[in-house]
């Protein structure tokens, strides 16, 4: 009785425990919060009429002409967003700076919160104290590497926690306007975000015309801007392609580690890496589709489908980096979970994985000077391992739903 009662309150030493790596990692480190200052940066000089791409490349080169920069070290973060977010920012810059840091600060947490919300409940009944455990730990183990991605305070994870809230009334009561409200709103600030538009076509029937007329909309307003803001959007893209300029900002997909290997070799990396993104894409994609059919004909239920479809369409956004990952945490842990549970021996796969881990962490944190390449090339290994034993727990479970219910193949 004291076990099963000490073990009811695992989340809560869960969330204790990170809190703690958080607020031990950020005292250690000054509390290099990365990206907020860019924001606040940026809505400064919209006010004063100054350009922020055009500010953010120049501070960049200047950094890099100074001779200070030395590999694997954090370079200069350049305002990247496109021009269409320039009055929102202008807005919030009008505020002060107190109130900036309340509403932001604010905001951030109730929507990470929530996001790792919706993620929890694609627990089977028998795996929620497991979920609700290992939940709190994707803000300091992204793609299960130590980093306290939480304290970026980048803007994805707002957008997460719009899109994802969205997406769970969708999921539950069939609702999704807001869900594609949320993506459009998304695309506004990451246009890339238009690839979780595959969600309702993954879940459910006749959906695609409204995918289609978001994922229009979503596009539109992003060529609209060129004709709007014409010398900014070209001034954006100039910051755009000047983020791409080192291999580790390719991120740890697929199409983004191979256009960071081709980098090395040819000057059209971009071209390449585009043709490679776009075949891996439609592979990835094919294989969702495939799930979704059984999905659609019950084989296949929510808790059993959703993860892998979640990992499979992160694995759709050409750039992987580690608040994106924050995403995918937890369904990988569901999925190797599972995987284990469903060998002949878990207690031994369950050491061998932790050591292995374990030994995985200490070489990519050994190696400073190419650890962000040596952990993005290895998170890369792993995303695509999980996803393929996804698959493979899939079929199994297909296989067996159909020996049992024959009549709805």
Known sequence: MKTRSFIKYLPYFAWVLTLALIIGWGVRHHWPISDYPVYTKAAQQVNAGIDPYLAGVAARDAFFKSGAYRPGQWIPIIYFYPPITLPALKLFGSLPAVSQSIIY??????????????????????????????????????????????????????????????????????????????????????????????????????????????????????????????????????????????????????????????????????????????????????VLLYFAHFYKKNLLTDEQWFPVMLLGVQLLYPRLLEYDQFLVTIPMALIVFRLVRATAHPRAWTAGLICLWIGLSIWIHSTPSIMRTTRMNTECAILLGVFAGGCVLLLRRVRSAKASAPALV
Request: hydrophobic share 60%; with cysteine; proline share 5%.
């Open 105 to 286: 600060t604010g905001v951030y947490c109730l929507l990470i919160l929530l996001t790792i919300w919706v993620l929890v409940q694609l627990a089977e009944p028998g795996e929620r104290l497991f979920l609700a455990t290992i939940a709190p730990f994707s803000l300091v183990l992204p793609g299960w590497f130590f980093f306290p991605v939480c304290l970026t305070a980048n803007m994805a994870f707002v957008l997460y926690g719009l899109m994802f809230g969205a997406f769970w009334l969708g999921w539950k009561r069939d609702q999704w306007l807001w869900f594609y409200l949320a993506v459009i709103l998304a695309s506004c600030v990451k246009m890339p975000s238009l690839v979780y538009l595959a969600f309702p076509l993954l879940c459910r029937r006749r959906k695609w015309l409204p995918v289609s007329i978001a994922a229009a909309c979503g596009v539109g307003l992003f060529l609209v801007q060129k004709a709007i803001w014409p010398e900014l959007f070209r001034h954006y893209m100039l910051a755009l392609n000047h983020v791409f300029a080192f291999a580790q900002e390719f991120g740890a997909g697929p199409a983004g580690r191979f256009s960071a290997a081709m980098q090395a070799y040819t000057s059209h990396y971009t071209e390449w890496g585009t043709v490679f993104y776009l075949l891996t894409a439609m592979v990835f994609f094919g």
